[in-house]
């Protein structure tokens, strides 16, 4: 009981229970394009003003408006994506105590779990009957299957640490079905974190990376009016 309890304690275990959680690691895309937007709208913000100076003609009008709607976008963008991030980044999806799963306020005890399916699907935007085409979205979703019905928790965070939870689930409820959809797409090359970051931490984190993408923008605006005034001047 021991050892089982170190394990546990390895992988993340708090008091006889393990949580999995949305971590940072798990949206480093996301991050990367949310600070890029945030650094490129600055720099268009700054050509659209000044752009403004030399505008004479109703086409000009229009370029500052075009770069004015556009450097609004990428920065609500850069601002918005890491806010939300940054406030969901330490949310608790699934713990697993020795009374059963507990998913939000819901409790669903190891005797009453069935199957418990971790897949990886495509999901289709937009209803069917729309003739619009647009891109698919990816999702990695956890389907724990009780006497009650089904429940679906969505989140990467089964990509890396899907194998830790099917192995929590076979020691506490062995009769429990482990299925496994598209099982090619996940992997564990991530050793999970031992315990979830303070909302604070995770909070302060997005602030500091908001801040960082307006740094970065400014610093690539004062190195474009030094070495390439002209490419921010459409005037």
Not at 141 to 153: R, W
Not at 159 to 186: C, I, T, Y
Request: charged residues 20%; hydrophobic residues 45%.
């Amino acid at each position: 009981m021991d050892a089982e309890r170190e394990a546990l304690d390895r992988t993340g275990a708090h008091g006889g229970a393990v949580e999995f959680w949305n971590d940072w690691r798990h949206s480093g895309g996301s991050v990367a394009v949310a600070v890029l937007a945030g650094a490129l709208g600055t720099v268009v913000m700054l050509a659209a003003v000044r752009t403004a100076d030399a505008v004479e003609d109703w086409v000009g009008l229009f370029v500052v408006g075009t770069l004015l709607i556009l450097a609004g976008a990428m920065l609500t963008v850069g601002v918005t994506l890491l806010l939300v991030l940054g406030w969901d980044a330490d949310r608790v999806l699934v713990r697993c105590t020795y009374e059963g799963l507990v998913v939000g306020d819901d409790t669903h005890p190891w005797n009453t779990v069935r199957t418990v399916a971790l897949g990886y699907k495509v999901v289709e935007a937009g209803p069917e009957s729309s003739t619009e085409r647009r891109p698919p979205s990816h999702g990695y979703h956890l389907v724990i299957g009780t006497d009650s019905g089904a429940v679906q928790v969505m989140s990467r965070v089964w990509r890396s640490r899907g194998e830790e939870l099917a192995a929590v689930v076979r020691r506490h409820a062995p009769g429990a079905r482990v299925e496994w959809r598209n099982r090619s797409a996940f992997r564990s090359r991530q050793p999970p974190r031992p315990a979830p970051p303070s909302r604070g931490r995770v909070r302060m984190e997005a602030v500091a990376l908001v801040a960082g993408s307006f740094l970065f923008g400014g610093a690539l605006c004062g190195a474009l009016l030094h070495w390439a005034p002209t490419v921010i001047t459409f005037g």
